[in-house]
């Protein structure tokens, strides 16, 4: 089944620690996105990415970092950096083009906590 | 700029009765794109309904409707034969022509459902 997945489902960090979510997709989307959700509030984009091996800052980027060498996979960093990173964290992937009609599919999401 | 109201921060629906949820949109686009999602418990959101700025007429998918006003901008979600498992957060977004491939939330409307 096509479909986006998230890995791991929680994760703790540790103080001064990176730590690496994983997002991959098999829907052959061109486009890749990370948002941060924290409770009772809605999505903030961190950052996206059109095209292999390019991406953009989204509304909170500071203290994150992402990858996009292939184009199935969209891992994003949580760097010490970011002195608040406790949140649920989803990837979502959709198609490119000229359509506005282009659905944003998600994963199953990433719950981190700081130990 | 892009941008979604959802003014209710919170509803309230008896089983089996109809529910309207409110979404308000601002976008100087003239080709644009309506979405609403659903996010359960578990945190995954799930793509509802669609509605395209140029769409002559409401979409519907089972008991899902949307009720486009485009001179008020606003894409109303409306659940008919409210079902237990409805209880959940329902998030409205918005894509552009001119913004790329971002799309823009609302901070989201939660909805339980009463036996």
């Known amino acids: 089944d096509g479909g986006i997945t998230q890995s791991p489902k929680y994760l703790f960090r540790k103080e001064g620690q990176n730590v690496t979510l994983s997002c991959e997709q098999n829907?052959?989307?061109?486009?890749m996105y990370w948002y941060r959700q924290d409770p009772g509030q809605g999505l903030r984009l961190i950052y996206y990415?059109?095209?292999?091996?390019?991406?953009q800052k989204g509304d909170i980027a500071e203290g994150y970092s992402v990858s996009r060498e292939k184009k199935e996979s969209f891992p994003l960093t949580v760097t010490s950096a970011q002195k608040n990173p406790t949140a649920f964290y989803l990837c979502?992937?959709?198609?490119?083009?000229?359509?506005?009609?282009?659905?944003?599919?998600f994963g199953a999401g990433t719950r981190l906590s700081v130990l | 700029a892009q941008k979604i109201t959802q003014t209710q921060p919170g509803m309230f629906v008896q089983e089996k009765e109809a529910v309207t949820l409110d979404c308000t949109y601002d976008?100087?686009?003239?080709?644009?794109?309506l979405f609403w999602y659903k996010q359960p418990s578990s945190g995954e959101m799930i793509f509802l309904i669609y509605?395209?700025?140029?769409?002559?007429q409401n979409a519907t998918e089972g008991r899902y409707s949307l009720n486009f006003q485009k001179a008020r901008k606003s894409a109303n979600l409306v659940i008919s034969a409210s079902q237990l498992g409805d209880s959940a957060m329902y998030f409205c977004?918005?894509?552009?022509?001119?913004?790329?491939?971002?799309?823009?939330f609302g901070t989201g409307t939660s909805l339980t459902v009463i036996p």
């Open positions: 990415s059109q095209i292999v091996n390019d991406f």
């Open positions: 976008t100087s686009d003239q080709s644009y794109g």
């Open positions: 509605q395209g700025s140029y769409d002559e």
């Open positions: 829907l052959n989307h061109d486009a």
């Open positions: 977004a918005m894509r552009g022509t001119n913004t790329g491939n971002q799309f823009y």
């Open positions: 979502a992937s959709s198609s490119v083009g000229g359509s506005v009609k282009n659905i944003q599919y």
